[in-house]
């Protein structure tokens, strides 16, 4: 049996991962979990799986699902998300919460000595280099979620990393992957939500449409794996049936496939190094794809692929800075503030504009990050 502490339960990487324990309630057990604003949902999670601890955002939503559940321990706000990843003996933290208020959790989970199932990628990008050295201080295991990311992990098992000649990470092309520039400048966000392959949250498939999301894991992967950025490429891969590539010396690639369903990588990390049964998963037959089709990365029509990866080679708080510039206009686009095509001149302009810091500590990340992000909101305001 594990105990899990779970980050994000409302979400899609939270509700699946709930599956995942409702299918196997001989082997995992939800000992604590965070919520944002959904607290009906939270109130039937708790209800269904019973968690000795609960952080939701608000203190009136804590005191009032309080007198709903007595036996249950409530916390709120940042210091309760934080109490949510530690606060109850656990064996994983799976951390899907989105965006760098992730960074604070992750790094105290470390600190107890906790699993870490990382699919809270603005964490690794935000402030990658503190949270690897503390997980290698503390000798703990950081197991990611992410499809790309667990499908290198796999692919890697058993390897010798010093054969690698590149890691591949595939891209599915988001929403908008057949068009151009110049008919990207109406899109609406309706069109920008409807991915062609993933289920996934607002934000992250907003990521995938202006193709961030692929920049967030090229970052994620220089960490993970210790990989120069010029070893890290991106590959155009519609069907989304492989998930990534490991290419070593005697150019043999090995490769972890499979249809897009993210319990997958949700349920390996979770049982790592051991693999169960997948429950009502639809399993891979290549007979009836019949094809798969594979292009070119085009980093001048997927500018925010190229900008991650010049934050990235700049490193410092500079990822730290494109990260929160890309989260504040995400969020202004799905409000209807900027058009698409805005989000990527806004994340340009806080970079340019970024002052980096080498080898930042903790606080410096946090400032650059709070900072940038009063500057987006000043920029669009001035726009109004």
């Known amino acids: 049996m594990k105990k899990i502490n779970l980050l994000g339960a409302t979400g899609s990487i939270g509700t699946q991962t709930l599956s995942i324990i409702a299918a196997h309630p001989d082997r995992f057990e939800l000992t604590a979990m965070s919520a ?33 559940f007595p036996e249950v321990q409530f916390v709120h706000g940042d210091e309760g998300l934080i109490e949510a990843a530690v606060g109850m003996e656990a064996d994983i933290l799976l951390n899907s919460v989105i965006g760098s208020v992730g960074l604070r959790p992750t790094l105290a989970a470390i600190k107890a000595g906790m699993t870490i199932a990382i699919a809270n990628k603005e964490t690794l990008v935000a402030a990658g280099n503190l949270v690897m050295e503390a997980a290698q201080r503390y000798n703990v295991p950081l197991v990611p979620v992410d499809s790309e990311h667990s499908a290198l992990f796999q692919s890697l098992n058993g390897e010798n990393q010093k054969r690698i000649t590149n890691l591949i990470l595939t891209a599915s092309g988001g929403s908008f992957r057949d068009y151009t520039r110049d008919q990207l400048q109406n899109v609406t966000v309706v069109q920008a939500l409807a991915h062609p392959n993933w289920s996934m949250g607002n934000k992250l498939t907003i990521d995938s449409a202006t193709m961030m999301n692929k920049g967030l894991e090229v970052i994620e992967a220089h960490h993970l794996f210790a990989m120069p950025y010029d070893q ?132 410096e990340i946090l400032e650059t990050d709070r900072d940038t992000r009063k500057r987006v909101y000043g920029i669009v305001k001035y726009k109004d």
């Open 232 to 363: 890290i490429e991106c590959l155009l891969h519609k069907e989304s049936i492989i998930h990534s590539m490991v290419e070593f010396e005697d150019t043999s690639v090995m490769a972890q496939l499979g249809s897009p369903d993210m319990r997958v990588p949700i349920q390996y990390a979770l049982t790592y190094p051991d693999r169960i049964p997948m429950a009502d998963a639809k399993r891979l037959r290549l007979d009836e794809i019949g094809k798969l089709h594979f292009e070119k990365m085009d980093y001048e029509r997927f500018k925010a692929l190229s900008l991650a990866y010049d934050a990235g080679r700049e490193g410092g708080t500079m990822p730290t800075a494109m990260n929160a510039a890309n989260e504040v206009a995400v969020q202004l686009f799905m409000e209807g503030h900027i058009s698409f095509m805005q989000i990527e001149e806004i994340i340009e302009q806080m970079m340019q504009q970024h002052q980096t810091i080498q080898n930042p500590n903790l606080e």
């Open 36 to 68: 944002g604003r959904n607290i009906q949902k939270v109130s039937e999670i708790i209800t269904r799986f019973h968690p000795k601890l609960v952080s939701v955002l608000k203190e009136a939503d804590a005191v009032r699902l309080q007198n709903e």
